[in-house]
């Protein structure tokens, strides 16, 4: 049994309508002749939907919905110390796992696929995106002085996580090494980090270069810059996933450049909590690869990929009054491609032999007419809520707009419920 | 007949539920405990959606949505003479009368409520603005080097849309006199169209200082910065709208407050169009009234309000580094008490008394959960799909997420139709 979607357009192909043909996980067939289906396939008619991989979001702490609104107009230090971690502190394993939900019924009813997670209880974020169905990167934060004073305990949380997830779900989560940041992790326990990365087989997905403070503080401890320090310990060795990369200067470049490092680029966050603006132009131009992620919603305060490839566009334009920077295409690319390569996913384009991670979103509103270059469509005018569909490896998630792994009015009174609890 | 609604939360008030009562155009009770109807009242269970008073949208030129997507990534002049002024050529009445009709519909399905609009054809804008039951501010954009050089027959343009609809569809539609800017008109020009605004009680709407190109000519030609060449032509005598305001400085700034002028802040366009960006907590600290605009829908590429508040507080707070740059609040009223400053319309603030514009907006979703603070709520977390409700002076134009004075589907049919005569 297949699925038959018919009368789709595609991203990247003309204004023609297709069929494609999905079996199992993956594109068996793309044409815009008929494509006739078998007794037992599944036909959905697409309405002339436009048809896309879906969006990876590259950096995110999924529970931190919870936080959603705490405190929108502090700075990153006192958010964190004042607001997230009083809060964080009294989250029940239980919390994360509602959390997470939450975070993904946001995510999946805006077209996202797969995402990379840090944060902790671990074990309850994987259990909620395994029911999701989604894909995902997930990680313990680690934060240890040293591997004496904590050090040891932290990564020990990584090694059970990586025994039991990793590889898990078909295939659809895995598990990365997540030293929190320079500031939270001592060297020693980031050497630890990159032998556990390394003889494991794992990624490594870490906050660099956030703010002004880290990369000073760091320079002051170490000589280096937060990027040339990971280098010198031999952590960029790993595949890594650098959320942020604000503060980079061209030094730091060649050698995220090199090393093949992606950067989850997260404007809105870096705007928010005023640590300024990742410079993606001399990124993407000195051979970086730049994904694109939210970050979590308490700095965000969505996990929304149309409003955070617009945001990344708008703030690529508007200080450098370039008009020609970051096009449609260059924007989709991020929150697509960049994003699976981050993840290690492998790529889609909607393409034969290509995995079925598909979402359809409609072009058929007020505000997506006229809709004659689908690319600038979906870069510039379209929003979370034209996206109707979406199916990961071939399963259907969410069909005309019905979440069907998560019961979002359950997840949603938890949610109420829990954090009535905590805040009263 | 008056309409009750019940069980909504305000915007501004605390988080409990009220009832409000409108009869006729206005406001007539606001209370939280329940208020009885009349047999003949129309009872609206507001299920706890958030009540606010719709938004302003104070820089507009609404048949632009039929260039949605045109250029994308071409600076403001090459996008004005090789894309936008050839297509515009082309545009009969009809054209315009559709185009406006399909803006309007998108801007009505993000809680707009009024308008101010600048562009030709505009007896169309008006039939159109009318049949839809919102308010606005219309005008003909005048371009002419000087009066006798097609000047005289510009202002008769406005004199006659002034004759035909200032103070028409029961006040909703004022008109106001909009030489095009400082680069497209003569300076009798704008002496005759002050003239003109100041003998017809009418109000300006200009664009004023958007790019560095036109300050430069300005400059280059009187020796004054744009806003003092109009100041030493009178023109800031009359109340004035002035679009953009990206490149003033600190004397500038001291003129416009003390003008009074308000400034429409088109953030997405100025960023989209690399003009750069208008220095609005400068503005704001030096007592000049900062409303928001889309600017037209092909250097936006939308016309919705809650993206455009959202852009606003990121490219104010990105480059500055300023986590406090812009609260929820200030941007939200931006995007409304600002707006109706601009369009001289009285303030709306759901107080008995008020005009009854009025915006139901759900705040049940999964992205709007938690939903604590309705301020940083709608600010930060809201999208236009939200909104499901929207009444213009007691009349509900959108009810249930259905558009009542505007046929969505005929008006798009129109509007492919005629794009595809111009572009084949």
Redesign the interface.
């Known amino acids: 049994m297949g699925i038959l979607l018919r009368n789709v357009r595609l991203l990247g192909h003309d204004a023609s309508l297709y069929t494609v043909r999905i079996d199992g996980e993956r594109i068996t067939a793309v044409s815009r002749a008929s494509v006739p289906p078998t007794a037992e396939d599944d036909v959905i008619d697409g309405d002339a939907k436009l048809a896309l991989p879906g969006f990876v979001n590259a950096h995110t702490h999924l529970p931190m919905?919870?936080m959603?609104?705490l405190a929108?107009?502090?700075?990153?230090e006192e958010?964190l110390e004042d607001y997230v971690w009083p809060l964080e502190r009294k989250l029940t394993p239980e919390d994360v796992y509602w959390g997470t939900l939450?975070a993904l019924?946001?995510a999946l009813?805006?077209g996202t696929v797969a995402v990379a997670d840090m944060y902790f209880h671990t074990d309850q974020v994987a259990r909620a995106v395994e029911e999701s169905g989604m894909r995902s990167v997930l990680s313990y934060g680690i934060i240890a002085r040293s591997m004496s004073d904590g050090g040891e305990r932290e990564l020990r949380v990584t090694e059970t996580l990586a025994a039991k997830w990793h590889g898990a779900a078909q295939g659809r989560i895995a598990v990365a090494v997540s030293p929190h940041s320079t500031y939270t992790c001592g060297e020693d326990v980031w050497r630890a980090c990159r032998g556990l990365a390394k003889e494991r087989g794992l990624g490594i997905h870490t906050h660099l270069s956030e703010s002004?403070e880290e990369v000073a503080r760091v320079r002051e401890r170490t000589g280096d810059s937060p990027p040339q320090y990971l280098e010198r310990l031999g952590v960029l060795e790993v595949p890594t996933v650098a959320a942020h990369c604000v503060h980079v200067d061209e030094a730091d470049l060649a050698l995220l450049a090199r090393r093949g490092v992606v950067v989850a680029h997260c404007?809105?966050s870096?705007?928010?909590?005023?640590?300024?603006?990742a410079p993606i132009h001399a990124m993407r131009a000195r051979g970086v690869r730049v994904a694109l992620g939210t970050d979590g919603a308490a700095s965000?305060?969505?996990?929304?990929m149309i409003?955070e490839l617009?945001?990344a566009?708008?703030?690529a334009?508007?200080?450098?009054?370039?008009?020609?920077?970051l096009?449609?295409g260059e924007a989709i690319s991020m929150a697509t491609d960049e994003g699976r390569a981050g993840l290690g996913l492998p790529p889609a384009h909607l393409k034969v032999g290509d995995v079925a991670d598909v979402v359809l979103l409609r072009l058929?509103?007020?505000?997506t007419?006229?809709?004659?270059?689908a690319v600038?469509?979906l870069a510039?005018?379209s929003?979370?809520?034209d996206v109707t569909d979406v199916f990961v490896g071939g399963r259907p998630l969410m069909r005309k707009g019905r979440l069907l792994t998560i019961d979002?009015e359950r997840?949603?009174s938890e949610?109420?419920r829990l954090?009535r609890r905590h805040t009263n």
Chains 1, 2 share one sequence.
């Open positions: 919905v919870l959603r609104g929108d107009d502090v700075p990153l958010w939450l019924a946001e009813r805006g002004r404007p809105k870096n705007a928010k909590l005023g640590n300024g603006l965000n305060n969505r996990l929304d409003e617009r945001a566009w708008l703030l334009r508007g200080p450098s009054e370039d008009p020609r920077a096009s449609a058929d509103a007020p505000h007419t006229p809709a004659g270059d600038s469509t510039f005018s929003q979370s809520s979002e997840v949603q949610v109420v954090l």
